[in-house]
C-alpha cells in the first residue's frame, strides 16, 4: 500500500505536470495565432465571401487578400477555405 502518496517518483511527477503546462500553453498560443487582420478574414471566409468581396469589405487589395488567405491556410495548417474555417471552430475562433 502506498498510504496516499503518489507511485510516481517525484521528479517524474514534475516532468509530467510542466509537460502538461506546455501543451497547454502551446494550445492558448495556437488559439490566437492569427492576426487581427486574418481573423476578419476568416469571419468573412466563413460567411461565404470571395476574394473581392473581402477586399472590398476591408478596404484592401486582392492580391493582399490572396497574401491573408493564404497566410491562414499556413498557420491553420489548411489545404483550403472549408478546412481553415473548420479549424477555425475548432479553436473557438468562430
Known sequence: MHQGQSTLHP?????LFNEFASLAKVKRNQKSSLSPRELDMIRL?????????????LFLSETTVKRGVSGIFNK??????????????KRGLL
Open 11 to 15: 521528479s517524474l511527477s514534475r516532468g
Open 76 to 89: 491553420m495548417r489548411a489545404k483550403d477555405r472549408a478546412e481553415a474555417v473548420a479549424e477555425s471552430y
Open 45 to 57: 471566409i466563413a460567411s461565404g465571401a470571395t476574394n473581392k468581396e473581402i477586399a472590398a469589405q
